[in-house]
Every structure is written in structure tokens, then in C-alpha cells.
């Protein structure tokens, strides 16, 4: 059974940072993208940051700069730094796998993870 266990979120003001965490257990964790979303109140789920098993990263266009995603394949586990934060990047942080192969291009779209986890929660204020 795929489990993937959020945590790092927090409080923090804007320009500070954080650094999220994503534990993986029952999961191939070397072999595809491992991505980061987030999903804000009121707002659809965006893809914010992946990387695959050779250390390729995609990042959003809102992020490029300020976030950092990286793994550990020997611990299984999945990170997102977090610089300069801003009050718009507030939202619950998830992160995600998938069954398969991703195309891509692909690599932030909801539709293409199978397995997510519970969620940190990330609030940023003014």
C-alpha cells in the first residue's frame, strides 16, 4: 500500500522560508516524477514543482526562483525549500505518485498521480 506523509508546513511571514518534507513507503520511490502541488481555499489544485529519478526538475512559472524540490532515494523521501515566501503562496502543499510513466510536459498535472498524500498545511503573512 502507497502512503506519502506530508510535513514541514507552518506559519511564517512573507520573505521567510520552510522546508517540506514527503515520506514514501510501499512505492518504487526511484523510478518516476515526484511532484509537489498545492491547493489554496476556493481555488483547483496546481502543480508547483516535480523532479524525476536523475534530478530533472519542472518548476511553475510562480515558484522558478524562489523553490527548490529535491529527493532523497535512499530515504525515500521528497523535499520542497521554500525562499521567499509570499502571502499568495499560502495553501495546504501535497505531494504525489504515480503508477506510471509520465510524459513530458506533464509533469503538473493533477489527472496524472495516482497515489497523494494528506497535506501541510503552508500559510504566509503580510
Known amino acids: 500500500q502507497v502512503q506519502l506523509v506530508e510535513s514541514g508546513g507552518g506559519s511564517v511571514q512573507a520573505g521567510g522560508s520552510l522546508r517540506l518534507s514527503c515520506a514514501a513507503s510501499g512505492y518504487t520511490f526511484g523510478g518516476y516524477y515526484m511532484p509537489w502541488f498545492r491547493q489554496a481555499p476556493g481555488k483547483e489544485r496546481e502543480g508547483v514543482a516535480a523532479i524525476d529519478s536523475f534530478g530533472s526538475t519542472v518548476y511553475a512559472d510562480s515558484v522558478k526562483g524562489r523553490f527548490i524540490i529535491s529527493r532523497d532515494n535512499g530515504k525515500n523521501t521528497l523535499y520542497l525549500q521554500m525562499n521567499s515566501l509570499k502571502p499568495e503562496d499560502t495553501a495546504m502543499y501535497y505531494c504525489?505518485?504515480?503508477?506510471?510513466?509520465?510524459?513530458?510536459?506533464?509533469?503538473?498535472?493533477?489527472?496524472?498521480?495516482?497515489?497523494w498524500g494528506q497535506g501541510t498545511q503552508v500559510t504566509v503573512s503580510s
Open positions: 504525489a505518485a504515480s503508477a506510471n510513466p509520465i510524459w513530458a510536459g506533464r509533469q503538473l498535472r493533477v489527472d496524472e498521480y495516482d497515489y
